[in-house]
Structure formats: structure tokens, C-alpha cells
């Protein structure tokens, strides 16, 4: 059993983080340091103050996150100075010398690492240990005390003994560690002590402040006297504050309680004023009897005491770089309109009011894939909200309410509407838009993401346009050259987009990345093959994905690269080959398509040949031709009677909605990377990197269709990154840009893991 947590939980002030008396390095030094001096053998009347550190450290309803921006400072004590906790001293109970020098070595240790000793009582009998370690690092009587307290402190002999809480302040002004003109004392009152006892103080040139002096005065003024008094010739001020200064009405868990107090306003009020206007070198706070309290209230405004006063001195120092005074009675919300509109980084924002590590964003697109990445999201700690909008809000709500998580909120907009994005991004403080539509918004969206200042994932990229007079040869505007074009403008931005973070592209592009950096000296093809052995029950003809994308990609001319020749284009579904994909999916013929991983893969890894090919199957394709030869492939609108309709628009209409059919579908999908080159022995080394997602089993945990599922799951795990710091960047960035481990690690706890098949090497194309 440790000596160290006798007296409650183990856990740190507020959440702050902890350090090691042990190791002077773990101090911050110019920070504060929290010691616990769980202690309450000095007492005259009520024991229990022992109890008091832990009663301290947890009284508080906000998260203990280690943050504490204040409303009226504007500075947040617990990270700016910073803070942290080194957990509670051994103080054996009954044994006052063995204890105060246990206290007084730790306070001494906090001194040396340049901190500020934060101490949580006990009784007051710790003062003689805090303000005599302060004495020998400043020099005897250098340092000035103010001390907040009902009772003077300054008894003589009790209960025979010249050691407990109500003696402290006489053995140090007798021992020189404290001198008596250096001694402020505020909120006295009632019955103790006794004539002979304010004699003496009178003799050693104390001022002691009563509460009818205050009362008459009023406590402004007479904090001002004070620190004016704390301050003459002192190299610091020392805060010790009983909390039966205030009144028990208000503070009722102490031991010693004297009505007609404080109010606990001006003790917040007093406390901070000391710590923004005195060179503070210490504090403590004392006397707080959790077994005598009601609601916790007494050990909240402890608390409160530490956070305050400690705001203070963080605000101090803000106000000494700047040369200025802050003003704390401006409003709240003044100035304050522009706060989190150009943030450093959308991962660490505190003061925006979420934690670092956690990200706000807006997911556009409520469909199949959008709805699967709430579900997917819902079960990761980095989503501190996620906005989910479409345009049809019901479509919106029903993935909220599917999602069920407090996290979760439903939007209306129109993603053609840049201004009606922005207005979104701002009014709920996002710091990423994630784009789940379909290939037609990326501009609009991308845009939108870039003129407010937030980070921007899609899963497709801007769409091409074929050249006007050699098509099949001659590639015209490439599938994202209008987000490459504004590159420079997110890189200056300081804010990264990173595109085509689906399967494919995406988890296809970080399959080749790991390829280039695990397992290949040189890599002479990459091949992405796509294919599966998915059927639909009571449908002749249904797709697994978006038809609109399906036709897009079909039916535009595939690119290919190669090395020294660049970016070429052939005819629909040419080089046709067939793919034998793992886990029992089997032999699909598969043929070129257009698809983005063939304008990403080169930009970053060093590549002699690159090829998307798409498993489609005999029938669809033979259906996706008669479809372009009838030209209701298209996506002009053609007038139909009164009515001008997109042909495109009225299949994808026909067909039912792919997100739907999970629960008709059987089978598996496989997505991955074929590689040719040298291993990193020099060898010849071909193999498939792929992640085959099973119907069934993604039905049963995400309640998601397999091709859906395995699109959506990745934007959430590269949101994870970005959150956690594990990718960063800056500019127009594709999935090459990054490592892949950390992404391939990730896709494991998600249920659903990758693999590598080794294949027989064979000839170059």
C-alpha cells in the first residue's frame, strides 16, 4: 500500500499532467507545481482536513482535460504558465516534525526547478513548512505573506504544545523566517484570540485586517493597502488562504467555521487581484474538511481559489510581455468574433473549447457513403462533432438518428452553394470538410474549405474532361488538374487538402506507398485492380456503387502513365486481362478505366508504369456501351416534352440506391495494388497488396453494404491521423504523401484487415 494515496484517488488537479518530485526535470520550471499536504494533526477542534487534497483536485463539473480558459482573463493558468501535479506528500498523521519536513523538502525541491509551490491542505499547520522552505531559498524574512483567514494563526502554547494550526505565523515571525512588518492578514473576526495574543502581534508590526474594517472600508481599498504593504522591500508574496475566511454559509466543510465571513465572490475577486499584482512565489490553500461539507460546494471554491489566483499570475505575465493592462471588466464577448476563423491548426484549438487531438467536422453527403462514415466515426474518440449535411435534410436527420450519438448534428445546404458551405463551416467552428459526394461538388466544396481556412478530404477528385479531337490518345483536362491548379494557394493557406482518400483511390495509393517502402528497391509497374464476386437478390441489374461515378469513370478515356512518355489515353475498357482477386473471389476480367490513382501514384513514387483496371464483367460492360451509344450516358440535360432532364440523372433514378440493397447482397469486394519491380534484396519480386471486405460481415457490424463500408472507413481513419498529428502537411497532398504503416494499423482495429499475396514474377507489358 503507497503512503502517497491514503487519503483518496490518485488522480491530478483538474487533470494536469503529472511530474516527479524524483526528477527535477519533469517540473516545469517558471510553471506552478501542485503538492497535496494531506495533514490535519495541528487541529484544535474538527479533524477531517486531511481529506481535503482530494476533495480539491476533483471538485469541478467541467471535464478534467487540464484546461481552464478564463472568461474574463482570457488566459487559460493550467496550460500558459503550465501546471502540473506531483501528487500528495507523505505527511505521517501525529507526527508533525517527521511531517512538516517531508512538506518542507518537497516545497524546497519545487523552488529549485524554478516553480511555483501550489499547496493543497491539511490543516494550516503546513504554512510553517511552506513559508520556511520559501525562507531558505529567498533568504530569511524576505519573502512577504498574505494570509486570508478567520482566525490570526498566531497562538502560542495549545494544548501544550507550541505546533498546530492555530501557531503557525508566530513560530515563523519567531523563528526570522517570516518577518511581522511583511505579514498582511485579511478577513479576521470573532472571539480568538485573546488580548494578549493581538499584544504581541501589535509588537512584531503585523497589519491584520478585521472584517468591520473591511466592512467599512471596503475590501478594494483594502486590498490595495495590503499588497502596498506586501510589496515594500520583499522579493515575492506568498499566498495562504483558510477557506474559513469566508463565511460557513457559504463555505461550510472546514473545521473551525466563524460566521459573518467573506463572500466566496470576494475572496475569487481578492485572490486574483493578488496573483495579476504581486510578484507571487508561492501559495496554499487550507483547511478544507470534505466530511463537514454540503455539495461539494466548500472544496469548489478551493478550487476555485487555486484557478484564480493562478489566472492571475498568467496574466500578469501576458500583460508584462505585451506592456499592457488587460481590462477584465470587458465584455465577455468583445473582440472575440474572430476567434478560431484563422486557426494554426485544426487539431489543437483548446481555446475554440475541444480538446487537442479532437477535430469538428462538416461531412457533405448523406448517401451511402457519407451515412456509412458517421456510423463508422461514431466508434473513434478523435470526432469531437460532425456536422452532417445534404441537401435533402431528412436524408440528413435519418443518418443522425441512425448514428444516435451526441457528437452528431443534421444541416441543410446545397453543395453547388460555396457561401452556403462557408456559412456552415463558421457557424459550427469545423475544422475540416470531408466531401461525400459525388465528383460534380468537389470545386464548389474544395473551394469553400479554402476560403474558410479549414483542412478538406474527399474520395474523388475534380472531373476530367476529354480532349476535343484525339480523345483516345491525348489526355484532355485530367481528373484533378482543377485542385492541382490552386496548390500554392492551400499550401500558403498553411491548410492541407488531401484528395482522393476513398479505397480507390486512397487505401489503393497508401498500398502503394508501402509497397515503395517496405518491399520494393524499385518498382517497375503498379497496377490497381479492383473486382469482386457481389450478387444482389431479386435484381436482373443492380450496381454495388454510385452509377453516376460508375458511368463517369466507364465511360471517359482511361489514362495511363508511363515512365518518359507521361500521361496517355486509350479507348474504353481496353487491354482487357484476367485477375484471379484472393479469398475465394476468384478469376473477373478486368479493363482499364479512368481512375485518379494513375495521375496520384507517379506524383510521388518513382514508377515505370501505372494502370487502373476495374473486375466489371462481361454484361456490364456490354450494358455500359450500349448506354454511351445511345447517348443516355450523358449529363447534358435533353428537353422531354415540358421537361429538361440529365439521361445520366434518369438511370441513376431507375436503378435502386445502392446504400439500400446491403441486406439483398451477398459476396465479397476486393480492393488492392498490384507491384512489379525489385525487392529489397535486387530480386524480382511481384506481389498483390489488397483488403477484400465481406458483404455479410460488414452488414452485421456497421450495418453498411460491403463497397460502401470499405470506401467510407477510410476518410475516417486518415480524420484519425490528422487528428492525432501522425499526418501533417500542407498544399494539395494525395494518400503517396504519407506513411502508410500507421494508416494499415488502424484498418486492423477496425475489423477488417489487409494482406499481401505473393505472385510469380512475369514479363513487363
Not at 199 to 205: D, F, I, L
Not at 316 to 337: I, K, Q, Y
Not at 600 to 613: A, M
Amino acid at each position: 500500500m503507497s503512503d502517497r494515496i491514503m487519503f483518496g484517488p490518485d488522480y491530478t488537479f483538474l487533470g494536469v499532467p503529472r511530474c516527479d518530485l524524483g526528477d527535477p526535470g519533469t517540473l516545469p520550471a517558471g510553471g506552478a507545481v501542485v503538492l497535496g499536504a494531506p495533514f490535519d494533526s495541528g487541529v484544535s477542534y474538527r479533524s477531517g482536513a486531511r481529506f481535503g487534497p482530494g476533495a480539491i483536485r476533483a471538485a469541478c463539473y467541467l471535464p478534467h482535460d487540464g484546461a481552464r480558459p478564463h472568461l474574463a482573463l482570457r488566459v487559460d493558468p493550467l496550460t500558459d504558465l503550465p501546471v502540473c501535479d506531483a501528487g500528495d506528500v507523505t505527511m505521517p498523521p501525529g507526527e508533525i516534525h517527521r511531517a512538516l519536513a517531508a512538506l518542507r523538502g518537497a516545497v524546497t525541491t519545487v523552488l529549485g526547478a524554478g516553480a511555483i509551490p501550489v499547496v493543497l491542505g491539511g490543516d494550516h499547520t503546513t504554512a510553517m513548512a511552506d513559508v520556511q522552505a520559501l525562507a531558505e531559498h529567498y533568504g530569511s524574512g524576505r519573502i512577504s505573506v498574505i494570509h486570508f483567514d478567520a482566525h490570526a494563526d498566531t497562538g502560542d502554547v495549545e494544548f501544550g504544545s507550541l505546533y498546530g494550526h492555530g501557531q503557525p505565523f508566530r513560530r515563523l515571525i519567531e523563528s526570522g523566517a517570516l518577518a511581522g512588518e511583511r505579514f498582511v492578514q485579511v478577513g479576521l473576526r470573532g472571539y480568538w484570540p485573546e488580548p494578549q495574543t493581538l499584544a504581541w502581534m501589535a509588537r512584531q508590526g503585523i497589519r491584520s485586517f478585521e472584517m468591520a474594517e473591511i466592512g467599512a472600508r471596503g475590501l478594494d481599498d483594502v486590498l490595495a493597502e495590503a499588497l502596498e504593504v506586501a510589496g515594500r522591500d520583499s522579493d515575492g508574496v506568498f499566498l495562504s488562504v483558510d477557506i474559513d475566511v469566508v463565511d460557513p454559509g457559504t463555505a461550510p466543510g472546514t473545521g473551525t467555521p466563524e460566521p459573518g465571513g467573506l463572500t466566496s465572490r470576494q475572496l475569487l475577486d481578492a485572490v486574483r487581484r493578488i496573483g495579476r499584482d504581486s510578484n507571487l512565489v508561492g501559495m496554499e490553500i487550507v483547511e478544507v474538511a470534505p466530511s463537514y461539507d454540503h455539495s461539494d460546494v466548500t472544496a469548489l471554491l478551493a478550487n476555485r481559489v487555486v484557478v484564480e489566483t493562478l489566472s492571475g499570475v498568467a496574466r500578469r505575465r501576458v500583460d508584462a510581455a505585451n506592456g499592457t493592462r488587460w481590462d477584465e471588466t470587458v465584455p465577455v464577448l468583445s473582440g472575440r468574433s474572430g476567434m478560431g476563423s484563422g486557426k494554426t491548426s485544426g487539431m489543437t484549438q483548446s481555446a475554440a473549447g475541444k480538446p487537442s487531438g479532437k477535430l469538428r467536422v462538416l461531412l457533405v453527403g448523406a448517401g451511402g457513403v457519407g451515412s456509412a462514415i458517421a456510423v463508422t466515426a461514431a466508434r473513434r474518440d478523435y470526432l469531437d462533432a460532425m456536422v452532417v449535411a445534404d441537401y435533402n435534410l431528412g436524408r440528413a436527420q435519418h443518418c443522425v438518428d441512425r448514428v444516435a450519438d451526441g457528437r452528431f448534428v443534421a444541416a441543410q445546404v446545397d453543395a453547388t452553394d460555396i457561401d452556403a458551405v462557408a456559412g456552415l463551416l463558421k457557424r459550427y467552428e469545423c475544422d475540416v470538410l470531408l466531401n461525400a459526394t459525388d465528383p460534380r461538388f468537389v470545386m464548389p466544396l474544395f473551394t469553400a474549405a479554402l476560403d474558410c481556412g479549414v483542412h478538406y478530404l474527399d474520395m474523388a477528385m475534380s472531373l476530367s474532361q476529354p480532349h476535343p479531337t484525339d480523345p483516345y490518345h491525348v489526355p484532355g483536362v485530367k481528373l484533378g488538374d482543377e485542385q492541382f491548379a490552386m496548390a500554392d494557394a492551400w499550401e500558403k493557406s498553411g491548410r492541407l487538402a488531401l484528395v482522393g482518400m476513398g479505397v480507390e483511390p486512397g487505401l489503393s495509393d497508401v498500398f502503394a506507398r508501402y509497397a515503395a517502402d517496405h518491399l520494393f528497391s524499385r518498382i517497375d509497374e503498379i497496377g490497381v485492380r479492383d473486382g469482386g464476386n457481389l450478387e444482389v437478390e431479386g435484381y436482373s441489374f443492380a450496381p454495388t456503387f454510385s452509377i453516376w461515378t460508375t458511368i463517369e469513370e466507364c465511360l471517359n478515356p482511361p489514362v495511363i502513365f508511363e515512365k518518359g512518355r507521361g500521361h496517355f489515353t486509350t479507348a474504353p475498357f481496353s487491354e482487357p486481362e484476367v485477375f484471379d482477386f484472393p479469398e475465394g473471389i476468384g478469376e473477373v476480367e478486368c479493363v482499364n478505366v479512368e481512375h485518379e490513382e494513375v495521375l496520384l501514384i507517379p506524383r510521388w513514387i518513382d514508377v515505370g508504369r501505372v494502370t487502373f483496371k476495374y473486375g466489371l464483367g462481361r454484361e456490364f460492360i456490354e450494358m455500359l456501351k450500349m448506354q454511351h451509344t445511345l447517348g443516355i450516358d450523358k449529363v447534358e440535360k435533353v428537353q422531354v416534352g415540358d421537361v429538361a432532364v440529365s439521361p445520366r440523372d434518369v438511370i441513376a433514378a431507375l436503378l435502386p440506391d445502392p446504400a439500400t440493397l446491403g441486406d439483398k447482397m451477398h459476396g465479397k469486394t476486393c480492393a488492392g495494388t498490384w507491384v512489379r519491380g525489385l525487392g529489397t534484396d535486387s530480386e524480382p519480386r511481384e506481389v498483390y497488396l489488397y483488403h477484400v471486405v465481406d458483404n455479410d460481415w460488414s452488414m452485421r457490424e456497421y450495418g453498411s453494404q460491403a463497397v460502401v463500408w470499405q470506401t467510407a472507413v477510410c476518410p475516417v481513419i486518415a480524420l484519425e491521423l490528422i487528428a492525432n498529428g501522425t499526418w501533417s502537411g500542407a498544399g494539395v497532398l494525395g494518400p503517396e504523401a504519407f506513411p502508410a504503416q500507421p494508416f494499415l494499423g488502424l484498418l486492423a482495429e477496425h475489423g477488417s484487415p489487409w494482406g499481401i499475396r505473393e505472385e510469380s514474377p512475369r514479363p513487363a507489358v
